[in-house]
């Protein structure tokens, strides 16, 4: 159950961190998006499916109902124009009549009769004149002025007589009577010569009527207006008596325009504004004759209103039906969705570990194929997992085992590595061995290889009679199992000794009550050490894995062995050479004595010659004496040389630490050479740093080092400079002799600090030196607990430097 | 949850939608003053339950959002004033004004509009300047143009060829400028016809009686100028003028049908139809400045017989031809 958690931990440790986010965190992004998105695509698609239909016929819709609105208005602006002609027709014939009697035929009288008859018989005629052939009024009855009968005004001039005697019909334009009244002048002509000249002022107040009667939709009306574009009738009678002039409505000018044209009334003139401004469907027809036309116009609003209905109920519709596939789709999501969330919820349970849960689909489709799947695969991973849980219940336990083992080894080892007692080392080994093996007892034996025996060296677990028989025992190579081994070279098992023929050694242990044992050999690659047995009282054979253990304790034996026996005689040999050494310093110590003594005997004589003690020394004598000085102090200071390193190799080097200054070691050593560097003609100078600290050391012998330096520097530079320089450094002084020499390789510069070492052989005969300085001032100085160092180049120069504590302590002064 | 509100919505929205009708603005009830000046007789009534219909069959339904006040002069001059206050004092949105001494009654008022109908001359009377543009709370219908006295005597002349003498009758007292309005067509015919005029002014029956009366004379003929007292007392007249052998000529075909001889005029309860055209524009928000006097177009010519027979006379009968209602 914990590998569980712990797999999906390592595969989130191994990815990237920041897109690593729970599967929790990513449902919350992801809950009820599918069903969302399956409502939305449903509605989404009726929405289109329905807006397409709905705006396609709504489109046509309103086409062809403005086309039809104005075809019927159209037609009604012709029936209007029809009846209007009509009346004005009616007018005429009734004038007609008046005009059939030639003027001779008839009596003023019966005019004037006729022309009552008419006032009454043609209420829109407020006023009749006729006028006889010559242009003279005759007649004229009205209905609220006085009657003149006779008169003989002369109107021949007027236009109305001269028109309607040309063209037998006359149409006078509108005029408005008191401002107000429209009237238009009707004068009709007879057809022969003789005839007079009817005229009738009509009122168009009664052409009101017939417009006021013309049903246009509920809101609709039609209009008349003269050539001018006033307007002469109108449902509203008001406003023709207002006498307004409609001429600039753009509807009425394009209606002029089409008249004069004589082209046929503009369609695309259907949508203007009427008199009010409100926007109005309108469609016009003419009166050729009197050439008025009629407008018959219908509110924008009611001429759309069914288109408006339409969209309406198309809107309605369309939210009806999008609410109903809202709903349908709302269903089939839930449907879809809920088998897959339980999917989800299922298969969330089962990654965070629940096996035993199942999902339960009932769907009979996919999804349900997809659930017993699912249920599948946590059945089998249940399975899988106790699987694996046995798996690694075995594992550990023998991991545990091994654990064991190899803490058993390590103890071992310890043992081993602790003791170099080879009997303390293998008494371990025996008594692990038997530990580890679950076995009831062990011995190691040892060959011994000038005897051939093997002899019984460790035992764990053994009754002491049992050791004593053993002992008792001679165990040769041959004739036992030991032998076996050993020629083998591999572990001997017996299984039970009571089924083999024992050897007496095996008389032994059956006796001591063992039944089973193995032998390991201890071997080394060459030779035979000797064997490890351990044993048992339960017959049987030791497993593999125990027998491979105990070959690891045989190897570990071998090496216990070995290396206390290579101890031995290290120690022997260690105790050997100290002997050694200490002979031979003290034969260099009287060495150096006896071969001192001479030399300064004769260090003193030739000093003392020369000091012309024994009279005047001539200068023949004087020169070589001086040769055989220096090659004197030569020799004195080779054999000092050789006694110190003797020393120093001893053991015998002591420092004597006591305070100093530095400063003065410094120029003590440059004072003493001083002189040689002028020789060579070397420039010669000191750099040492101010307020050196008083250091705590073997004044002597660091003056030694500094002198060994500076006087290789000095020797070895034949051309430049020679310095040297001294300061402190964290507790540490640093002095360093640099020159302008030729400098040393760098493969040489370890080398030049070996005994009897000079970079080249060659020049050490030109140069002198016993070539132990370095190496004397590289024992000194790390005796006081420094360290001594080259930098050079060649060509160039070099730099021997070398650090010693200020306070050296006590302990680094001691036998090195 | 979200969904079952969202269906909750939908199916609300879906029932509501019919009745997120078009409501109407529900008007508040208007009220229109009636001062006629007339009798609530016949006459009266009739013209007023016509000026009601029209207003009925333009959408005003007398209770349900329009209110009547009707107050009748009975032709007294002497009760306009107190009654014209009265009906200006309630404040009614509009008020119809029947005749001339009616009208000028509420010359004061100013707030209210007011639509006149059966006026001789609303310039003269002070109602307002323009007729087509009426720059002041007046506006209506007038009756008879001025020419229409000598159209009388014509047709006088035609019924009773032998008048030498025509009688004017009138009160004074009502509209004291009013025989002026006629008096240049009939003094232009008196004198194209030979005729002599007399003025025969009253007021109160005794004097209809007297007047009458006095003017029983033969070759005299009548003129009855249209105005209330006349109206008021048509009865009266007419049996007078019977009595007295006097043919006379009225404005308004109750005259004749109350025993006169024949009337020349025009149907005054189409004046009051159109009045009702004209208050439906007002309370409908039209400016009185936007509703232009209007003028009689129609006339009727009305001939009673039996009046005729009694007064001896011969109508010929192309003269009866034109009458456009022969009463008998």
Redesign the interface.
Known sequence: MTAWPTMRGAAAAWAPLRLVRSARERLRDFRGRLFIKYVTLFVAVVCVALLANGAFEIWFFYHEHKASQVRIQSEQAEAAADKIGQFVKEIEAQLGWTTQLPWSASTLDQRR?DA??L??QV?AI?EFSQLDPSGRQQIQV??????VIGGGADLSKEPTFIEAKAHKVYYGPVYFR????PYVTIAMAGVRRDDGVSIAEV?L??IWDVVSQIRVGERGQAYVVDAMGRLIAHPD??LV???IDLSSLAQVKAARTAAMTGAPPPEHEQVAQNLEGSRVLTASARIPSLDWTVFVELPIEEAYAPLYAELKRTA?VL??A??LA??AG?LLAHKMVVPIQALRAGAARIGSGDLDQRITIDTGDELEALADQFNDMAGRLRESYANLEKKVEIRTHELAQSVEELQALGEVSQAVNSSLDIQTVLSTIVAKAVQISDTDGGAIYVYDEPTGEFRLSATHGMPATLIADIKRIRLFADGNLLGRTMLERRPVQIADLREVNRTPLQEAITRAGYRALIAIPLLRPDQVVGSLIVRRKQPGLLPQSTVDLLQTFGTQSVLAIQNARLFHEIEEKGRQLELESRHKSQFLANMSHELRTPLNAILGYTELILDNIYGETQQKMRSVLERVQINGRHLLGLINDVLDLSKIEAGQLKLSLADYSLEEVVRTVFTGVEALAASKGLAFKTDISPNLPRGHGDERRIAQVLLNLTGNAIKFTDLGEVTINASAHNGSFTVAVSDTGPGIEEADQARIFGEFQQVDASSTRAKGGSGLGLSIAKRIVELHGGRIWVESKPGVGSTFSFSVPVKVAEEAGAAA | MRRRDVITLLAGGALAWPFVAHTQPTDRVRRVGLLIGMADDREGLLRVAAFKHRLRELGWIEGKNIQFEVRWTGGDGGRVRALADELTAMGPDVILAASTPVAMALRNTRSIPIVFAVVTDPINAGLLANPNRPEGNFTGFTNFEPSIGGKWLEILKELAPSITRLAIVFDPANRPDLSPHYRPSLEAAARKFGVTLIDAPVHTPAEIERAVAHLAQPSTGVIVLPDSTTAQHRELLAASMAEHHLPAIYPYNYFARSGGLASYGIDTVELFRRSAVYVDRILNGWKIADLPVQMPTKFEFVVNLKAAKALELDIPPSLLARADEVIE
Request: hydrophobic content about 45%.
């Open positions: 009769v009552l008859r006032l009454r209420p407020t009205s209905r609220t002025a006085l009657n008191r401002n107000s009244e009122n107040r009664f009678l008001s008596l207002r006498n309605f939210l009806v999008l609410g809202a709903l709302m």
